[in-house]
């Protein structure tokens, strides 16, 4: 009994591998057998065969084994059995790019590969290639025109096959050999044709006619093989991806065909194709749609993945042709492959109307707990644009989240759920306590940091403001008593803000607070502290400013200063106002009105926190004219000051100081036959303005980008602030030759009419976000209001109004207040920034919508008087 | 995975693959360089393993890469080629490397024969493709390329194991039919 279980474990352990504990070193020795004459088949083919395991293993073999190896192996072509021929083969293929002087093997190879044996001939063909080398190309190439031609299938494909190999390297020589793939691609064998047509296609695809041409050909004239049609359709879809060519195509029209061919794997991937072309309408879509409707119900998984994964792709773009399909996705929701089940029902999500989702949630929720997280993750991500697209089922679906939430999960996923909430909450204020409380719930335990930390910052902000704030006190000091530092420190934050926002909860508060400072971390007492003392004072202004609203600084910046700062001990105090502000986000801004570059086709900054006027402060203080101006205010976006397409391609960005503006003009020479130097752009300044220096740029070469800046003082008057300046650009021009660059020595001046650059109030203000408005409004007080009434009879609707008065003044929409809830005719706009010098400015618009356009009442306050009368004089 | 269409090529293989029950590797082939060493290879193995070995699902999306695969007692076949390719043409050459190695078996596809044909395995794998272009996809073709002749071996060189296994096979087809 003890003997067999010992038996049965042995072969459990790898005894059944013969392979199993080979050494490389043990295996080589082995192959010297191979010198041994006479050859025995079997021997030698069973050590061949263990050396190509080992190599099949991943062990690196060195160069001076692997040639020992290999020349023990040429003898063992004396040998004529075909099963240890045909692994000397694989020995060489396998050899031929770790040992050295492979070529000996070359005449070998060329006999069995013209020899009478057509079991040899391809695999030879096949081994002959891969240790062929460009050089060596010429003295085969006679033989592997045979070799395509010839009538053995075998023998033609590996000889158009190893052509597309060797045809990396040597395209020229390949090219030679169209007229034998012509006549291949007539054979009767079918993947023969497959690689033909291959071969043909590839020798030819820089010549768009003749692939034209190969495609029309061949599209009247039926293949026999599915791999050739499928290759076919592919072309046909690139040419028409190419010439943008629409369903008029008759390229689309032997696609279309396609879809009614015999084999699965050619009308797949016609229909593929179709969803994949870009100038598709719903109507060429139809009959793609319904052949991959039939694949749906196919008995093959491998049929209704590629079905369900291609109709997720068209109902991203057209999600009202996958609504016939519906059915067929719904039964597949149970599928046993999962990942069908969850595309089915991703697609579902996309092409599914209102009444549909809470049927479908239950579904998902069924098979939740199977699916890996890489498809939960593509489930929340669904969800979270159906939250968008059906704000009104936040009820379902905030619940369905809840209980993914308590789940279990990886940190990626628990992230992309606790986003998901995020977004929801803050897109739509009526899921806003539902979805605090999942997330105080999630909080309770949750074992993220990160997340955890990003809640409470959440409720922060969000849980004063909600009918009963107290509730959420609780979760949070739990948080402090029961958590790691960074998240106790949080939790203080969290508390503190509570504290400033709700005045019956101040007192209770501040003995939370009290207790908070017998903590154990520094930081969290440090917290702790400040925030008792600050809570203490109760000043609404102090509250606002060191609570609610925080930092406005770009932190790249004040690290900055601040070092500058303690450089050169200095009497002063560190002045705040002289850190250039935290601009919003590029990603914020893009949605929102500017116009310009996406911020993606940007170059990667270095610093992931440098902001692009980062970037720009330090450009201008390399330039020694301009280093002295002080802290830049702001950037302005790059704005074309020509037509893109002239001879010279001029972009302008402001950059404001305190009391000059910078002008930025990044020029590109178009004409390769002109040498541009000391290039200027001359201002004529508005009333006010004075310009008082220009930086040429002393060479401008074609196509090699180059800048000139120019120096304008503002108006001493406070109140006049915007100008329209007219611009020429002045330079000396050499003519060159176009190929060499090589200037003439002579030049002429010459001078070229840009378009006007014109200074407007956004232009001094930098846009900052306040969290609370309302905390911030109280905090500048009324000293400096202005109230106006205005009549905008040009707007429309409320949108397009708000939409023009964050581009004028330059200024943040705070708390969501750029988005008007459908069907209201007035909505009020919050707009937070701080104007040049560093003053807060504030405006609050009451926009009401009547019959003779938007009518709005607009009240701005500032620290400073005369800001309060810029911004309101900016909208008329 | 959203990108545009695949450019028209023969090159349709990233890489083929049999495993054992453990996710060991008994044969795999890499054509392109989406895996450049062995460790990373293997490592993509294992995952792919571990991802695959419960749920006999034929299909599925890994790394970003189309995994068609198929099993069969202690063996696990794998075809994997890039997210844009057509399932279809990868599972018609699963099937036809499952098929003609089931052949070469004769139909007893599992580790210990495997490796007692691995020279045949070898060369059906090198005969279904080369260099990542599909060489032939009809199991019965490349069967008679690779043209094993297990009868012709004389009974005086067969092991005790294969005669046995022989006669074992013999007796299991005649009382099948």
Redesign the interface.
């Known amino acids: 009994m003890l003997s067999l279980k010992r038996d049965k474990k042995e072969e459990e352990e790898g005894g059944g591998n013969p392979f199993n504990n080979l050494e490389k070193s043990s295996v080589l020795q082995e192959a010297r057998t191979f010198n041994e004459t006479p050859i025995n088949p079997r021997k030698c083919g069973h050590i061949l065969t263990k050396v190509l395991y080992i190599i099949n293993q991943g062990e690196s073999i060195g160069t001076t084994e692997a040639t020992e190896a290999f020349f023990a192996m040429t003898k063992l072509f004396q040998s004529k059995d075909p099963i240890l021929r045909r692994l000397v083969y694989l020995g060489i293929k396998e050899m031929s790019k770790i040992a050295q002087d492979v070529i000996i093997v070359t005449s070998s190879l060329m006999k069995d590969m013209t020899g009478k044996e057509d079991q040899f001939r391809g695999p030879a063909i096949r081994a002959l290639c891969s240790v062929t080398d460009h050089s060596m190309l010429q003295s085969i190439e006679r033989y592997m025109k045979q070799a395509i031609v010839d009538k053995v299938p075998g023998v033609s494909s590996a000889a158009l096959v190893s052509a597309l190999h060797l045809g990396k390297g040597s395209q020229e020589v390949i090219k030679r050999w169209v007229n034998e793939a012509q006549e291949a691609v007539n054979s009767d064998n079918v993947m023969v044709q497959f690689h033909a047509l291959g071969l043909l296609y590839y020798i030819r695809k820089t010549d768009k006619l003749a692939v034209n041409k190969l495609v029309s050909k061949f599209s009247k004239h039926t293949l026999k093989s599915p791999y050739a049609y499928c290759l076919l359709i592919r072309i046909a879809s690139k040419l028409i991806e190419e010439e943008d060519a629409g369903s008029d195509s008759p390229m689309f029209d032997f696609i279309e065909s396609c879809l009614r061919h015999k084999s699965e794997m050619v009308i797949y991937e016609a229909a593929h194709a179709i969803v994949q072309l870009k100038n598709t309408t719903a109507k060429d879509l139809a009959p793609a749609v319904s052949v991959l409707q039939l694949f749906c119900s196919s008995p093959k998984p491998t049929l209704r993945f590629a079905a369900v994964r291609t109709l997720n792709k068209v109902a991203i773009k057209h999600p009202a042709a996958v609504t016939a399909c519906n059915l067929d996705l719904e039964n597949l929701i149970t599928d046993v492959n999962r990942s069908i089940a969850t595309l089915a029902i991703t697609t579902l999500l996309k092409t599914g109307n209102e009444s549909s989702v809470d049927r479908l949630m239950k579904q998902i929720s069924s098979f939740m707990s199977e699916i890996s997280d890489e498809f939960k993750i593509v489930v929340v991500q669904a969800i979270r644009s159906l939250c968008a697209k059906f704000p009104r089922k936040h009820n379902v679906l905030m619940t369905f989240l809840a209980q993914m939430l308590r789940d279990e999960g990886g940190f990626d996923y628990k992230k992309e759920i606790v986003d998901c909430i995020i977004v929801t909450i803050e897109e739509n204020p009526e899921a806003k306590e539902a979805g605090l409380a999942h997330l105080c719930e999630f909080i309770e335990d949750c074992e993220h940091t990160v997340l955890a930390t990003k809640i409470l910052h959440l409720l922060g902000k969000e849980g004063p403001r909600t009918p009963t704030p107290s509730k959420y006190i609780r979760f949070i000091y739990n948080r402090v008593i029961l958590e790691n530092a960074a998240v106790r420190a949080a939790a203080v934050s969290a508390i503190a803000k509570f504290g400033a926002h709700c005045e019956d909860l101040l007192e209770s508060c501040i003995v939370l607070l009290e207790r908070c400072q017998l903590d154990t971390d520094d930081e969290v007492r440090d917290r702790a502290t400040f925030y008792v003392n600050v809570l203490k004072q109760q000043q609404k202004a102090l509250s606002s400013a060191f609570i609610l609203n925080g930092l406005q600084v770009s932190v790249v910046g004040l690290e900055r200063a601040l070092h500058q700062y303690t450089l050169e001990p200095n009497e002063a105090e560190f002045d705040m106002k002289s850190v250039p502000l935290a601009t919003q986000p590029l990603a914020e801004q893009k949605v929102r009105d500017v116009p310009g570059e996406a911020p993606s086709a940007r170059p990667a900054q270095d610093k992931v926190a440098a902001s692009r006027q980062d970037v720009y402060q330090e450009q201008l203080a390399q330039v020694p004219e301009l280093a002295n101006l002080g802290t830049l205010f702001k950037s302005s976006q790059p704005m074309e000051v020509t037509e893109s397409e002239t001879e010279y391609y001029i972009q302008c960005v402001k950059h404001t100081f305190s009391n000059y503006i910078v002008f930025q003009f990044d020029c590109t020479n178009t004409l390769n036959d002109q040498l541009l130097e000391k290039v200027t752009v001359e201002m004529e300044p508005a009333e006010g303005f004075e310009v008082t220096k220009y930086i040429a740029c002393q060479s401008l070469p074609y196509n090699k980008p180059g800048t000139t800046y120019t120096l304008v003082r503002l108006p001493a008057e406070p109140t006049q602030v915007t100008g329209t300046f007219a611009c020429t650009l002045k330079f000396l021009v050499k003519d060159c030759d176009p190929q060499t660059g090589e200037p003439d020595d002579e030049g002429y001046d010459d001078e070229y009419v840009l378009e006007d650059v014109e200074v407007t109030v956004a232009d001094h203000v930098q846009r900052v976000m306040k969290p609370n408005f309302a905390a911030s409004w109280e905090e500048v007080g009324p000293e400096n209001e202005l109230e106006d009434t205005y009549s905008l009879s040009t707007m429309s609707t409320i949108e397009e109004a708000i939409k023009n008065i964050v581009q004028y003044m330059g200024l943040q929409p705070c708390e969501r207040s750029d988005k008007v809830p459908e069907g209201k005719s007035s909505h009020t706009l919050y707009l937070g920034g701080v104007f040049r010098g560093g003053h807060d400015a504030l405006v609050r618009a009451k926009l009401a919508l009547d019959s003779s356009g938007v009518t709005m009442q607009l009240t701005v306050r500032s620290t400073d008087p005369n800001v309060s009368e810029v911004l309101a004089t900016a909208v008329a | 995975m ?1 990108g ?7 090159y349709a293989i990233k890489a083929i693959a049999i495993l054992d029950n453990d996710g060991n ?1 008994l ?3 890499y054509y392109d360089d989406t895996f450049p060493n ?1 460790k990373e ?2 490592a993509f193995e294992k995952n792919l393993f571990n ?1 695959t070995h419960r ?7 890994f790394e970003g890469l189309t995994c ?1 695969y198929k099993s069969n007692v202690d063996l696990f076949f794998y075809v994997v080629g890039s997210s844009m390719e ?7 050459v699963l099937n036809a490397f499952y098929d003609s190695i089931s052949q070469i078996l004769r139909k007893n596809v599992e ?2 024969a495997l ?1 007692d044909n ?3 395995v ?2 059906a794998a ?2 279904l493709c ?2 990542g ?6 199991s019965n073709s490349i069967v008679q ?4 002749r297990n009868d012709d071996i004389p009974l005086g ?1 067969q092991t005790m194991a294969q005669v046995l296994q022989s006669a074992k096979d013999q007796i299991k087809w005649s009382l099948l039919k």
């Open positions: 959203d545009g269409l695949l450019e028209p090529s023969l590797r044969l795999a082939k062995t290879q293997k991802k749920a006999n699902a034929e299909i599925i999306m068609v057509n399932e279809l043409i990868l599972s018609s580790k210990r490796l691995l020279d045949a070898f060369l090198d005969e080369d260099g272009i599909i060489l032939e996809a009809d390329k690779v043209a094993i060189e």
